[in-house]
Structure formats: C-alpha cells, structure tokens
C-alpha cells in the first residue's frame, strides 16, 4: 500500500507530499536540524564529498525542498546547478535562503516532477537527492528519469533515511522515530500528518541492498551503498 501524508484524502501521493510540504515550509528547515541533532548537515556534506573527484559541471538537485543539498554541491565548484521541487512553498523558502546568501545567482531553483524532469535526455554530469526519494510517488519511475537525464559516465548521489538494524541502537531509533519525533514535528509544524508520515514513508522505503535493485534496474552500474550514522540513514551512488 502506498504511504501518504493524508490517509483521509483521495488525491495521490504527489499532490498530498506537495500539499503536505507547503503546509511546512516554514517550519522546516529549523525541524530537519533540530530533530537530526544537524547530523544531517553533516551527512550532505559526506554525500558531496563523493562527487569530489567527477568534477560536474552541470548538477541536477531532485526534490531540492529548501536548498540545502544544492548549496552544498557549490563545494564542487560547478557552472550551473539546478534544483527542482514540487512544493512551491519550499521553493520560496529556498529562493528566500539564496538570496540572504548571495547565492540566487549560482543555483535556480524550478518548480518540477521527478517523474517527468523537463530536461533533454544526457544533459547533467551529476543528479542529486537528499530525502527525497522516498517521496516519490512511482519509485522506479522517477529514478528511470534521473539516468535519462544524467550524461554517460555520469553518477547519482542520493542521501536517505535507511533503518538500523542492530540492537540496541535499532530499538532507541524506532522509539525515537515513532513516539518522540511525531510529537515534536506536530507541535512546532502545527501539521499533524508530516512527522507521522516521515516514519511511515521511511518504514515503507526499500533500503540498501534493495534499492541498489532499483537503481540497476533501470540501468545503474557500480552501485553501492554507504551506510551513515548507524544506518539512520545511507549514501547510495550509481553510475551511468
């Protein structure tokens, strides 16, 4: 069954991740630091770091939400990064954020489908995700789109949630996760669904060795996967 931020409506995934996200905007980017410890500031930069070597000149950041993973990849000293989202209330956020740090002019941020990127076919040298992924309404569809566009001999770099599964440590995260995280995001978002749904899309994800199958499925080659944290979360690259 397909996870979805709002059980009650009828509207599928894409549209409620789309509603769901502007309804938190606001509160987001304060939320993701906050209830990641900023461990996630730190797991971006290791995910860039990777890229180091490749040198892209033209990056590709999929359900750029605010930005964060877009600015991130400036590291690399690119020509032209693009982000897309599908939430135009985090895109507004993100421009915001730009624009304090002088950066609208390095990165464009777009309104866009992961499952239907408006971008010519081998177009980028490196496509970027960080949390995104398990948002996507069509999985295989949307990473069939990201190779599409990716240059041959390019790579992806995508950053998400994965689940421990060594004790102790698994058993304070799934605590952690679906008793503490929910309240916290409920109460400062004021979106009761959000930080429910983040628990649930994550358990729902299929992670490491599993979405290694996805990503070679659609045509991936030397893909592997890096977990971080404890595997709260993993690094997974594949190459076109």
């Not at 987001?28 to 990641?36: E, G, I, Q």
């Not at 999929?62 to 991130?72: H, K, N, R, V």
């Not at 390095?106 to 971008?119: Q, Y």
């Not at 983040?198 to 592997?224: I, Y």
């Amino acid at each position: 069954m397909t996870v979805v931020p709002y059980k009650e409506k009828q509207s599928g995934k894409k549209e409620q991740v789309a509603e769901m996200f502007n309804s938190i905007s606001r509160k987001y980017d304060f939320l993701n630091h906050f209830l990641s410890l900023g461990i996630d500031i730190l797991w971006r930069k290791k995910a860039i770091r990777l890229l180091k070597s490749d040198e892209p000149k033209e990056i590709l950041d999929i359900a750029t939400g605010t930005g964060d993973f877009a600015i991130e990849s400036l590291r690399l000293n690119p020509d032209q990064v693009i982000g897309v989202d599908i939430s135009e209330g985090m895109l507004e956020v993100g421009r915001e954020k730009l624009k304090r740090k002088g950066l609208d002019d390095k990165i464009e941020l777009r309104m866009g489908d992961s499952e239907k990127l408006l971008f010519d076919d081998n177009k980028f040298d490196a496509v970027i995700v960080s949390f995104g992924v398990r948002n996507f309404e069509n999985l295989e569809r949307g990473i069939a789109d990201m190779y599409r566009v990716l240059k041959p001999g390019g790579k992806t770099v995508i950053l998400e949630f994965s689940k421990p599964s060594k004790f102790p440590f698994k058993n304070i995260y799934n605590f952690y996760f679906k008793a503490i995280l929910p309240k916290i995001g409920r109460l400062v978002s004021k979106d009761k669904a959000a930080y429910t749904y983040l628990p649930e899309s994550v358990q729902a994800f299929p992670d490491g060795k599993n979405f290694l199958k996805v990503l070679e499925k659609v045509g991936f080659k030397n893909t592997r996967c890096k977990p971080l944290t404890f595997g709260i979360s993993s690094i997974y690259i594949g190459e076109k």
